[in-house]
């Protein structure tokens, strides 16, 4: 059995994402034995959690951890990157890989930060990273070595599938990847409301919608068109036919394109560009 290569990955910030990627990177058993640490300015309860739950180790000053890790993950809110970054100016090395995990970032907001010809990586996971099934959007600076591109590899795979794309692509989809799943579990919750309002027990009904969603999805990633699938459940005339002229009547689709707008619109007004340029 070959030895499993010790790389040590540094989380600054311990958020929903910081957790969720912890948790598929321990879980996934590749070519690489990781050391974890992770920062947390504050909230220690959110530190000592993680590290009871992933036995990773707890850091006080992220800047003497960052000098002796491999990999450096940004996992704070947008509006502390300038900070982080500043501080990583003087004590990066050539041979790291800096990774941001937060929305607006951007690559070239990274590269910028940081010295002449860094390493940098803009991840977009969504939260189903903590259960290995996310859909991760990654934008790759032009230095990243073969050996850090291998190691970001490994760090995708235990999140789940990704798609390595532009920058600007990472804003453009961050919206259908990253925010619509709250918008499938608006979704999800419509119809375990319905599902109750009929006598089912809420749990069941959690179970029923649950299980059709993952049938559904399993069904779209055959490679199938979603609107040749929907033919495959209608007859015309018949009675999903009627559910579905109702959604159309209702421009259910138009609401959608509105949703994923606003959230990309947010999303650049929140940036920190946007803030210097205010």
Sequence with gaps: MNKLTKVRVLFIG???????????????????????????????????????????????????????????????????????????????????????????????????????????AWMMPNTAAGIGESMTLCAIGDFVTERNRHRLDEILGGLGRSFICTEQQVHDLTAITGSAPAFAFQFAKALEDSATQFGVDPHDARNLVGQMMLGAAKLMLTGQEPLALAAEVTTPGGATAAGLAVLEQTHFAKHLQAAVDATNSRARALSPKSAENA
């Design 14 to 120: 311990a958020g929903r994402m910081a957790r969720a990627m912890v948790s598929g990177m321990v879980r996934q058993q590749g070519t690489i034995d990781w050391e974890v640490h992770v920062a947390n300015r504050s909230n220690s309860d959110r530190l000592a959690e993680l590290v009871r739950a992933f036995d990773v180790k707890a850091v006080r000053d992220w800047r003497t951890s960052a000098q002796q890790a491999d990999v450096i993950v940004l996992a704070m809110p947008p509006d502390e990157h300038h900070k982080v970054l500043a501080g990583l100016w003087s004590i990066i090395r050539p041979e790291q890989l800096v990774a941001s995990v937060a929305a607006g970032i951007g690559l070239s907001g990274l590269e910028a930060a940081l010295p002449q010809g860094a390493q940098c």
